[in-house]
Every structure is written in C-alpha cells, then in structure tokens.
C-alpha cells in the first residue's frame, strides 16, 4: 500500500515537470517569455506592404543580434498597408535615420522577424519616428505560384515551336526549260565584182578611166591578118 502510494507520487512530479516544461516551450515559441518593458525603450513605426506571418512580439534584429520586439501590428486604411510598431531596446538608441527596415523569415519555414539594415546618415532615430525604407514579406505561396506559372509559359512555348511544321521549300517545276542561248550563223562573204579594166592610153598603154580599152596599132594590124 505504502508502495503504490510513492509510485503515484513520482508520477504524479512527472507529469507536473512535463506540464512546466511544455509550458516553458510554448513561452519561448511565442516570445512571451521576454514580455518586459526596459525603461527608456523607445518605438518606431514602419510601413509594410505585406507582413506576411509576422506576429506581435517577434524580434527585431540587426546584424543577427536582437534589438527589439514588435509591440503592436495595425492598419493603415488611408495608404491600405500595415503598421508595425516596433519597441528598440535603450541600449540601441543610435540607429540613423535612413535605416531600412525587411520582414525575413528564419530559416526555410520558420518564424519571420523584422531585420533593420543600418544607413549612413548622421541623426538617429527617435521615439516616433517612423522607418521610411521598407521592404515586405516574401510569401512562399506566391513564390510557389510564379514558379509553376513560369514554367506553364514555358511548356506551352515549346510545345507550340513544336506543333508547327517547318516551312517547306517550294518545288522546282517541271515544266520550266531552262532556256539555251543559240549561236546565230554568221551572213556569208558575198562575193566582190570584179573590176572593169581600163583602157590604156596610146603612148604608153595605161588604162584610161572610164569607157572601153583601145587596142595598140599593132594589134589592130595583126587582127586584120
């Protein structure tokens, strides 16, 4: 009896150790187990497009080292964007005014949280102010969409480049002759006239121009006989 009675009492602080300890996870995971307000903390705002997943008490970081914790998620119905109101720790009271400030995501799939990037200006930011340069959250849905729709415009793409048949030459027809250039005979020589003979003159037996030869005397005596 006394047995049974110890058993129940250790279990009994067992399951009072899980209990705390689930507790002590659930604290942790949902950054209430910081929920203290440091004196001389100060608050910015910022201007989100898309918070995305971001709760109120996620960190805010710089350089990996925590800052701050977000105070309080709003809407803007004027400029239809939310309003993140963020708590920097005092110890970080020389932040410039120009530094940006990105909602991030820890790891893959874990918590996001807002990363400030510090600029170059030489005044700092002070309780109220708000944080002009801002970037939104990266939706891993809509990350997801645009990919499959990429990649659906690039298979229609191929599979129309491949429907389309190539163009086909056009064929050589059969009834076109190539035509063949001719050589054309050359006229023929005509044949030259031949040339009148001149009669010759008396004295010296030289054709004369124009008009019949005249014969020697001597000629003519000899074709007497």
Known sequence: MQASKTIEIWVG????????GLFFVAMQVSNLGEFRTAKGSYIVKAHFGNIG?????APVSMAGVTVGRVERISFDDQRYEAVVDMRIDPSYRSLPEDT???ILTAGLLGEQYVGLSPGGSEDYLKDGDEIELTQSAMVLEQLISRFLFNKAEEGK????????????KPAARADRVTPVKV???KPAATAKA???LQ??????????PGGPARKTPAEAKSAKH
Request: hydrophobic share 40%; glycine share 10%; no cysteine.
């Open 13 to 20: 602080v067992f399951v009072a150790l899980g209990l705390l």
């Open 183 to 185: 050589a054309s005979p």
């Open 53 to 57: 997943g971001l709760r109120v008490r």
């Open 194 to 196: 031949p040339k009148k």
């Open 199 to 208: 009669p010759l003159s008396r004295q010296t037996g030289e054709a004369k």
């Open 157 to 168: 793409g191929e599979k129309t480049s491949a429907a389309e048949p190539p163009a086909a």
């Open 100 to 102: 940006s400030a990105s």
